[in-house]
């Protein structure tokens, strides 16, 4: 007779940490693991298939590292119409563990289903705080509290006092200065990047051969492509990555982070943020590496504070922000916008030479470094007045590295202000000026980011002037958006007049502008 299980351990996708507080006191004798591959997973939203690949075999790759452990490991592999609540009930009518044990999930759906069904099964559940962060969900409250606004760079400060992060002997900040924003914002000159060293490739062994049929099987009509997918799936893979960046972009991450360039997809960005959402790779290793490349001489101070300040301090403020506003967060809609997520999202059918870029990259790799996500696909959808929850379905789809916590603040705030200013102190608008000045788009585009209406006109130049017309009262009330709002008087009333008509066009075109005529 099999002896009673104690503990059934919950494992989610996004929680393959093999020091998780899950396993603290774990009994091979008594405990077992439990993991589940669901098709709900990828149909809640349409996820794309390098998405649900890199998740699929990342687990199995957990799962047999846990199984080579001598734990047992009671894993549910794809079927169609399954579920993360449906695929467990299941497993606790047929296991009967005494109690459920997991740390905090990284998706408030997840969260509140797992405690209902304990609640309703009378069945104990331990979640544990996750250690994997530098601070805890506690820990964020508690800054919040009392505060008017929420802003990055106290809590990042805060972080950095806490954890003895690039502090000098005297324990201020390093180099005198908290970050070096003003010094990673740099943009190549006409000759481009030159030539750049690839990132660190991983071939898919046999396990990921397998997910990559499965998934061009089971999800063959999703958006995506598997024929490039080379993402680290394993702890180890993701520390040969963090090498790889550390050795050969991060010294010049710092000044070109916000750069794009046609056809370049990684530049000197790091690839390292799926294997951190997944938890193949401990953020306190990343930064600690960082920060010796720095004090090694191997990389310029800029660069390394530039590094650290997005997973010290971006990483943990939204995880902070989501965890401390949801539910009601992911419904936020303060510009009341309404309109369809465009088709060319899904195709990268578009003129749009930045978008076209961005869409074919993300759609092929999975990927896009945080300037095309703000300032390309998001900055479009912003302008042209998508609703949020569209554009975050979108960004959660598409993107290898979007698990919610970190991803609905990052788009449905920072990128498309739908939270009125908790996120971010302003909405980050330009116009097609400020993709000319950061990248080579332009120059093979039919459309001129200096025009605001005509054929011709840029349509993120277009969008731009009638996205200030459109919220003025609201934008001269922000200090911070002043200068652009007083940029309006410019505007004659047949400028204006010009710019609405125009803007209308493109949104009863389906959220771009009519197509050139071509003579034959």
Request: glycine share 6%; aromatic share 10%; with cysteine.
């Amino acid at each position: 007779m099999p002896k009673p299980l104690r503990h059934l351990i919950l494992v989610l996708g996004d929680q393959l940490d093999a020091e998780s507080a899950a396993f603290d006191g774990f009994d091979p004798a008594q405990d077992a693991l439990w993991m589940a591959e669901v098709d709900e997973e990828s149909t809640h939203v349409w996820s794309s298939k390098p998405r649900t690949a890199l998740f699929l075999s990342a687990m199995r790759h957990f799962r047999d590292a846990q199984r080579a452990l001598g734990r047992t490991v009671h894993y549910t592999e794809l079927a169609a119409g399954t579920s993360l609540r449906s695929t467990l009930t299941a497993s606790i009518t047929s296991l009967a563990p005494s109690a459920l044990v997991m740390v905090e999930a990284g998706d408030f759906r997840f969260a509140r289903d797992t405690e209902t069904l304990a609640e309703q099964r009378r069945i104990p559940l331990d979640v544990r705080t996750d250690r994997h962060f530098f601070s805890t969900i506690a820990e964020f409250t508690a800054h919040a509290k009392g505060r008017k606004q929420l802003r990055l760079e106290y809590w990042y400060r805060e972080l950095r006092r806490t954890h003895g992060v690039l502090l000098d002997a005297e324990g201020g900040p390093e180099g005198g200065d908290w970050n070096f924003d003003a010094e990673n914002r740099g943009a190549f000159t006409k000759k481009g990047p030159g030539a750049l060293p690839a990132p660190r490739a991983f071939p898919p062994d046999a396990t990921t051969r397998d997910v990559l049929a499965l998934v061009e099987t089971h999800f063959a009509s999703h958006p995506g492509e598997l024929a490039a997918f080379d993402w680290p799936v394993t702890p180890e893979q993701a520390l040969e990555a963090l090498d790889d960046f550390l050795t050969h972009r991060l010294p010049h991450f710092g000044t070109y982070q916000d750069a794009m360039w046609s056809g370049e997809p990684w530049l000197y960005h790091s690839r390292l943020s799926a294997a951190m959402n997944l938890k193949l790779l401990d953020p306190r290793v990343v930064v600690r590496e960082t920060e010796r490349a720095y004090r090694d001489g191997r990389v310029p101070l800029a660069s390394a504070e530039g590094f650290i300040r997005q997973i010290l301090g971006w990483r943990e403020y939204v995880r902070g922000i989501y965890w401390l506003y949801m539910p009601m967060y992911s419904s936020r809609n303060a510009l009341d916008a309404h309109e369809p997520l465009p088709a060319f999202y899904w195709s990268a059918d578009t003129e749009m030479a930045c978008l076209r870029d961005a869409i074919s990259q993300t759609l092929e790799l999975g990927y896009a470094h945080h300037i095309q996500r703000l300032m390309v696909t998001g900055l479009y959808a912003l302008m042209l007045g998508v609703e949020p929850t569209k554009v975050h379905e979108w960004y959660l789809a598409v993107y290898v590295d979007a698990v919610e916590w970190v991803e609905l603040p990052n788009t449905l705030g920072m990128s498309q202000y739908g939270d009125g200013g908790i996120m971010a102190s302003k909405p980050y608008v330009a116009t097609g000026k400020y993709i000319q000045r950061m990248s080579n788009h332009c120059t093979s585009c039919r459309f001129d980011p200096a025009k605001s209406s005509g054929d011709d006109a840029c349509p993120f130049t277009t969008l731009y002037w009638d996205f200030l017309m459109r919220h003025e009262p609201m934008l001269a009330a922000n200090q911070r958006m002043s200068l652009q709002v007083r940029n309006l008087t410019r505007l004659t009333p047949k400028d204006r007049a010009a710019i609405q008509e125009r803007a209308t066009e493109i949104r009863a075109n389906g959220g771009a502008p009519p197509r050139a005529l071509t003579l034959l």
